[in-house]
């Protein structure tokens, strides 16, 4: 059963498969690590009870398996002992050194004005979770004319649920100026929020979490997470689609277009103008969760 990622890469390579379970240093397991090799769109998350399953490429054997968390350690593991040894394998994170310079969790509130920070306006910055097997994050750089202050209040437009249930883990991370993109996470333990509606804007209240932040620049973001067996779900109904979509190519239909592939890139694919909810299986796929961030076109709130 090859993923829909593995169906994107070029045939005939060969792969293998890792399970195991994350837990820390007590044996407590660790839910929705970050599983996954460095800038290679290869990734996934634990389970709620810290086992996870991840495949990957015989190709990748000169790499390492980066396990990562709020609060813990990352740990990387050479992809080569993992082929070595016998799995499932037991992978202990220790809590990570809490620095208190940048991100200040406080009992005592700041006296200072209220500041709005970011974009409202516009609908730009669609970005589908389409990162399925490693969930799905997005972050927006803000800057505040003042530090330090309190994140008290969050808002972000959700562009469509159609879940029961959609949770998100809350990041706060520094921005590295020399690559203009989110650094390091800044939080020291983890939030996570959750929501039952389906689109429009989501607003948490997290004036209890008495955040405190010593930065003028950084970058908030937002990280999808799901269980394994959903994600797995989505990734087959994904696959089914993108057969469909090759099978109505061969057969005529004028709304699907065969896109060429770049030079220096594997192979092309197939792109279908019209509503993907005309689809016939569209309705037996699981729901699909899209996120939409405020970024904003003019030059004052291009951030």
Request: proline fraction near 5%; glycine fraction near 10%; aromatic fraction near 12%.
């Amino acid at each position: 059963n090859h993923s829909y990622e593995e169906n994107c890469r070029p045939f005939g390579e060969k792969f293998f498969t890792v399970v195991g379970k994350v837990t820390d240093e007590k044996g407590m397991p660790l839910h929705y690590t970050n599983i996954g090799l460095y800038e290679k769109d290869i990734g996934t998350l634990s389970d709620p009870d810290g086992t996870f399953e991840i495949t990957l490429p015989a190709s990748s054997g000169n790499d390492s398996l980066i396990f990562s968390t709020i609060g813990y350690e990352t740990k990387k593991i050479a992809v080569s002992g993992l082929r070595l040894l016998k799995s499932p394998y037991n992978i202990r994170l220790s809590p990570s050194a809490i620095l208190l310079d940048e991100v200040i969790v406080s009992d005592k509130k700041l006296k200072s004005k209220i500041m709005r920070l970011g974009w409202m306006g516009g609908k730009d910055g669609i970005l589908p979770l389409d990162t399925v097997m490693g969930g799905g994050a997005v972050a927006l750089l803000v800057e505040a004319p003042r530090a330090p202050f309190y994140i008290e209040k969050l808002q972000l437009r959700l562009m469509y649920n159609s879940k029961d249930t959609i949770k998100f883990r809350f990041h706060v991370y520094e921005f590295d100026s020399i690559n203009r993109e989110p650094g390091k996470d800044l939080l020291n333990r983890e939030i996570i929020l959750t929501e039952q509606k389906k689109f429009g804007w989501l607003r948490f209240d997290l004036s209890h979490e008495n955040i405190m932040v010593n930065k003028k620049k950084l970058c908030i973001g937002f990280e999808w997470i799901d269980d394994r067996q959903y994600r797995l779900e989505m990734i087959n109904g994904l696959r089914q689609w993108e057969l469909w979509k090759k099978e109505q190519f061969a057969l005529g239909n004028k709304k699907i277009e065969y896109i060429s592939p770049k030079s220096g890139d594997v192979g092309g694919y197939y792109k279908y103008h019209g509503n993907m909810m005309d689809w016939p299986g569209f309705k037996s796929l699981p729901p699909f969760t899209g996120l939409m961030v405020e970024t904003g076109k003019r030059s004052e709130t291009e951030n």
